[in-house]
């Protein structure tokens, strides 16, 4: 593979953990990790990573970021609402610094026009303009982490012994953020994944019942699991102080997203969204995906038991 691959977002876990594996992969002088705080990641510039500052807030500063690269792993930002404008900022910018492949992380069926989950209209839009942009592209739609219910919901779940959702029969197909990771790191290298897209999922789908049934099971703690609807979905949340909208959100405030934001999500669910096995992480990675039981079990010992 020739030129340097860029990887943004690069002090978050997702991104770590792609530069992580990349270097067992090419020589650390390939790859380009950018972040807004170039200095905590002092340990990777050390090991040859090509740390550099970079704010999608401030388009001003990609060119210089993105420069010598060829190849990018455009790390979706955290906040639903705003970050279509900072992703076509970094597309933009990649064009201009040369970059010819941008391989995005998705979520499942954003390509779906009824989707309901407010978080896939941003995906789409930004699917979008990657194509526009006329450069080679991958998508990775990703479906729910198996990490947010070992790391999420089981700690909150075990803490109080409830769980309630609206995502009634609906089924998903968690996967491993480390599957993710590897499939990313795989479509970079890979020329065969250019102008694809892949739906990343677990080996097998289940509802959130099931999936909090297991986390009982593995922690040997009984968990009632409450069946909801919308109403009392953004009742709970407000209880709780969660903004109702993603232009609610307080910049660097305690709570960082939005209840429309997780309400539809579970009607996502409901309406089988996520509800998708596939191999495609198996070809990307060349390993098969993570079941929920390994993750739970991987990280049980940080559980409230």
């Not at 090509?50 to 455009?74: C, H, V, W, Y």
């Not at 089981?154 to 590897?182: K, N």
């Not at 309406?271 to 060349?286: I, K, N, R």
């Amino acid at each position: 593979m020739a030129g340097k691959i860029v990887v943004t977002g690069a002090s978050g876990g997702f991104g770590r953990a792609a530069i992580e594996l990349l270097l067992g992969k090419v020589d650390a002088g390939q790859i380009i990790g950018t972040t807004r705080k170039p200095e905590g990641l002092s340990a990777l510039a050390e090991r040859g990573v090509d740390i550099r500052a970079a704010n999608f807030d401030r388009p001003e500063t990609l060119a210089q970021a993105f420069a010598g690269a060829k190849s990018m792993l455009l790390i979706s930002t955290a906040r639903v609402g705003s970050r279509v404008g900072q992703h076509r900022n970094a597309i933009e910018a990649a064009k201009a610094a040369g970059v010819e492949h941008i391989v995005y992380t998705s979520i499942l069926s954003a390509e779906v026009p009824d989707n309901p989950a407010i978080v896939a209209f941003d995906h789409r839009d930004t699917e979008a303009d990657i194509r526009a942009s006329g450069l080679d592209w991958t998508f990775l739609r990703d479906s729910q982490y198996s990490e947010a219910v070992a790391q999420a919901m089981a700690p909150a779940a075990l803490a109080t012994g409830r769980w309630q959702s609206a995502s009634g029969e609906g089924r998903v197909s968690l996967v491993s953020r480390d599957d993710c990771v590897a499939s990313a790191v795989g479509a970079l290298i890979d020329p065969a994944a250019r102008n694809r897209a892949f739906r990343l999922t677990g080996p097998d789908a289940m509802t959130l019942r099931a999936a909090i049934a297991m986390v009982a099971e593995v922690a040997g703690r009984p968990i009632e699991f409450h069946d909801t609807d919308d109403a009392g979905m953004f009742a709970a949340f407000d209880a709780l102080g969660v903004p109702r909208h993603a232009s609610d959100i307080v910049p660097e405030g305690p709570i960082p997203w939005s209840s429309d934001d997780m309400v539809t999500f579970d009607q996502a669910i409901r309406e089988g969204m996520f509800d998708h096995v596939t191999d495609d992480v198996e070809e990307l990675s060349g390993r098969k995906p993570r079941t929920l039981r390994s993750v739970l079990e991987q990280h049980k010992g940080s559980w409230p038991l």
